[in-house]
């Protein structure tokens, strides 16, 4: 197992801005991808953002496309979302995971381990 814990997240303004990390405890963080999902109140979980093993490439779910940044510090076993131009339909769970694949992953079932979430909620 790969115990992931996130933190962060809370209650921000539309426009304004939040981050989250996510650290990892054992297991081979630095290796493989890691991604943020979102679910929000009855929808499926959606995919925000991963970043390579290597932290060289990223890749965004269209609807945080230029406002949402992802990033890793594998010698912290962290990775962090930075959320700018906030909109209330941002408002969901937010769920860290690790993937053993090494360069991209934006599916659900591309995940091995999963955080246990944080509540992110914007008000207009």
């Known amino acids: 197992q790969v115990p992931l814990v996130e933190s962060g997240g809370g209650l921000a303004q539309a426009g304004g801005s939040l981050s989250l990390s996510c650290t990892a405890s054992g297991g081979t963080f630095s290796s493989g991808v890691m991604g943020w999902f979102r679910q929000a109140p009855g929808k499926e979980r959606e995919f925000v953002a991963c970043?390579?093993?290597?932290?060289?490439?990223?890749y965004y779910g269209d609807s945080v496309e230029g406002r949402f940044t992802i990033s890793r510090e594998n010698a912290k076993n962290t990775v962090y979302l930075q959320m700018n131009s906030l909109k209330p339909e941002d408002t969901a769970v937010y769920y860290c995971?690790?993937?053993?694949?090494?360069?991209?992953?934006?599916?659900?079932?591309?995940?091995?381990?999963w955080g246990q979430g944080t509540q992110v909620t914007v008000s207009s």
């Open positions: 970043i390579s093993g290597n932290g060289d490439n990223t």
């Open positions: 995971a690790a993937s053993k694949l090494w360069y991209y992953a934006a599916r659900v079932h591309d995940y091995d381990y």
